[in-house]
Nanobody
């Protein structure tokens, strides 16, 4: 079981930047695909960015060019650098770890961190 703890959320004005971090403990961090999701009030949770164990990345169209996901396997940490923030980026951001072991999928979530972007 992987435990995930996010940090770095807060209140920022439109156009500003925030950096979210997620520290993982338990299990083997390096074999996980790590991702950031977000959920705004009244909306479904959506994938924001994902990084595989090999370092390949993918982003939702809404954040492409503004957000950057990275991982530090030595520190069991995944980060999300968010630049040029917009009010529509306001949401609770969740860290996600997923892996497949012997054909079985394991998925873990963090508790979430609030990001609020004021106009």
């Amino acid at each position: 079981q992987v435990q995930l703890v996010e940090s770095g959320g807060g209140l920022v004005q439109a156009g500003g930047s925030l950096r979210l971090s997620c520290v993982a403990s338990g299990g083997s961090f390096t074999i996980n695909t790590m991702a950031w999701y977000r959920q705004a009030p009244g909306k479904q949770r959506e994938m924001v960015a994902v990084i595989t164990s090999g370092g390949s990345t993918n982003y939702s169209d809404s954040v492409k060019g503004r957000f950057t996901i990275s991982r530090d396997n030595a520190k069991s940490t995944v980060s999300l650098q968010m630049n040029s923030l917009k009010p529509e980026d306001t949401a609770v951001y969740y860290c996600n770890a997923a892996k497949v072991v012997l054909g079985r999928q394991y998925v873990n979530w963090g508790q979430g961190t609030q990001v609020t972007v004021s106009s």
